[in-house]
């Protein structure tokens, strides 16, 4: 089945992060359903719209900048389903506002990019979400998605993978992933644990497996949960799943490495955004060669367009 295989391929622990350590209980087989669940809420939704909401703040970076996994994906999310008829809005920090910008112009895309409440901010989680809505205008959302974006521990802290405190650094946007009986269907997509939506995976499964897991161990949960190698590829695939249920053909353009790499290094540059492993300024992600990131990207085109398993 293809979703089966689009899954198949995002779960590559390429980073060696633990995300399958115990072979028993793991981050990867926690909700092996949820992939399939997420593409067919939004491809069977008779008129979806979708907010990603993203940006990830590495404080230890050269500059101190949001990191490239999770922008690149929420910009790819833009460019695959807004051609499908399914509206997409872009929420992130201010942090992540020019990258964004620079990225859309770069792909001629007018979708609404909404700067998030600032990380030290008063506001109580329903004024939080009546602040965000406002913002948005009338972009009513039916599904509502998070990408690489850092959620409170059991403490209401947000961490690094490496333990690190940012929880004044990032607004709280997981203020708007809180279980509503009204609210849209949620989606997290994460490669870490650390992440909005994780909290749908018991916190000593993450522990068990994710080195400091029981300190950074996100408590929120989301409806699906998307876990995979790298966060970017996550939003690749969904995209593709949506396409493949939709039975429609996306651009060819879509899953080429090369415009993926223009694409990152305007951003890089426009942001800044730095790799998050590395720290540095360059148009990588998660300390991988270009080679070993875009070769997921690619197999997902392939797998798409032969539509075998």
Same mark, same amino acid.
């Given at each position: 089945?293809?979703?089966?295989?689009?899954?198949?391929?995002?779960?590559?622990?390429?980073?060696?992060?633990?995300?399958?350590?115990?072979?028993?209980?793991?981050?990867?087989?926690?909700?092996?359903?949820?992939?399939?669940?997420?593409?067919?809420?939004?491809?069977?939704?008779?008129?979806?719209?979708?907010?990603? #909401?993203?940006?990830?703040?590495?404080?230890? *970076?050269?500059?101190? =900048?949001?990191?490239?996994?999770? @922008? &690149?994906? $929420? /910009?790819?999310?833009?460019?695959?389903?807004?051609?499908?008829?399914?509206?997409?809005?872009?929420?992130?920090? #201010?942090?992540?506002?020019?990258?964004?910008? *620079?990225?859309?112009? =770069?792909?001629?895309?007018?979708? @609404? &990019?909404? $700067? /998030?409440?600032?990380?030290?901010?008063?506001?109580?989680?329903?004024?939080?979400?009546?602040?965000?809505?406002?913002?948005?205008?009338?972009?009513?959302?039916?599904?509502?998605?998070?990408?690489?974006?850092?959620?409170?521990?059991?403490?209401?802290?947000?961490?690094?993978?490496?333990?690190?405190?940012?929880?004044?650094?990032?607004?709280?946007?997981?203020?708007?992933?809180?279980?509503?009986?009204?609210?849209?269907?949620?989606?997290?997509?994460?490669?870490?644990?650390?992440?909005?939506?994780?909290?749908?995976?018991?916190?000593?499964?993450?522990?068990?497996?994710?080195?400091?897991?029981?300190?950074?161990?996100?408590?929120?949960?989301?409806?699906?949960?998307?876990?995979?190698?790298?966060?970017?590829?996550?939003?690749?695939?969904?995209?593709?799943?949506?396409?493949?249920?939709?039975?429609?053909?996306?651009?060819?353009?879509?899953?080429?490495?090369?415009?993926?790499?223009?694409?990152?290094?305007?951003?890089?540059?426009?942001?800044?955004?730095?790799?998050?492993?590395?720290?540095?300024?360059?148009?990588?992600?998660?300390?991988?060669?270009?080679?070993?990131?875009?070769?997921?990207?690619?197999?997902?085109?392939?797998?798409?367009?032969?539509?075998?398993?």
């Amino acid at each position: 089945m293809v979703l089966t295989r689009l899954r198949d391929i995002i779960q590559n622990d390429i980073g060696q992060r633990g995300l399958r350590k115990d072979p028993a209980r793991n981050l990867i087989n926690a909700c092996s359903d949820n992939f399939a669940n997420a593409c067919r809420s939004l491809a069977e939704h008779p008129n979806p719209s979708l907010a990603v #909401a993203t940006g990830f703040f590495i404080p230890t *970076a050269t500059p101190p =900048a949001g990191e490239t996994d999770g @922008p &690149l994906g $929420a /910009l790819f999310l833009a460019r695959a389903l807004t051609p499908m008829g399914i509206p997409v809005a872009i929420l992130t920090d #201010a942090f992540c506002i020019q990258a964004l910008e *620079a990225g859309l112009d =770069a792909c001629g895309l007018h979708v @609404p &990019l909404i $700067a /998030l409440p600032s990380a030290t901010s008063s506001l109580r989680p329903d004024e939080y979400h009546r602040e965000v809505q406002t913002r948005l205008g009338d972009f009513a959302l039916t599904h509502l998605l998070a990408i690489e974006r850092v959620g409170p521990n059991e403490q209401g802290r947000c961490h690094t993978m490496r333990g690190r405190d940012i929880t004044a650094l990032v607004s709280p946007a997981h203020h708007l992933f809180l279980p509503s009986p009204r609210g849209p269907i949620t989606i997290g997509i994460g490669d870490g644990g650390n992440e909005i939506g994780m909290g749908k995976i018991p916190r000593d499964v993450v522990a068990r497996n994710i080195p400091n897991g029981e300190l950074v161990a996100c408590q929120t949960a989301t409806d699906q949960l998307i876990v995979c190698g790298v966060s970017n590829w996550g939003a690749y695939a969904l995209a593709a799943g949506i396409a493949h249920l939709r039975g429609i053909s996306l651009d060819a353009t879509l899953f080429d490495p090369e415009r993926e790499r223009q694409l990152l290094e305007t951003m890089v540059h426009a942001g800044p955004l730095v790799d998050g492993v590395t720290g540095q300024p360059t148009a990588t992600v998660d300390g991988l060669t270009w080679e070993q990131y875009a070769e997921v990207l690619v197999k997902i085109g392939e797998s798409l367009a032969s539509g075998t398993p």
